[in-house]
């Protein structure tokens, strides 16, 4: 039987674009050797007004397990 397992993760962030974009990618990757996928950012729409230092923007993940 396969079923999918859903996580909230904070996204990361710096005020320096390339090392928020750099950030961003290498914590998805990390995500990502155990299984994880990048399904939505702001999955509840929390209004945000862009990207807001202390109030990290939540990434909503996947994965497909089996059992």
């Not at 079923?3 to 909230?8: A, D, K, L, P, W």
């Not at 209004?47 to 993940?61: A, E, I, Q, R, S």
């Amino acid at each position: 039987m396969t079923r999918i397992e859903y996580r909230v993760e904070s996204a990361p962030y710096h005020e320096d674009e390339g090392t928020h974009s750099a950030q961003f990618l290498a914590r998805l990757n990390e995500l990502g050797k155990d299984g994880w996928r990048l399904v939505a950012m702001n999955p509840l729409q929390r209004v945000t007004g862009g990207w807001v230092p202390d109030k990290p923007v939540p990434m909503l993940l996947m994965r497909v397990v089996t059992e």
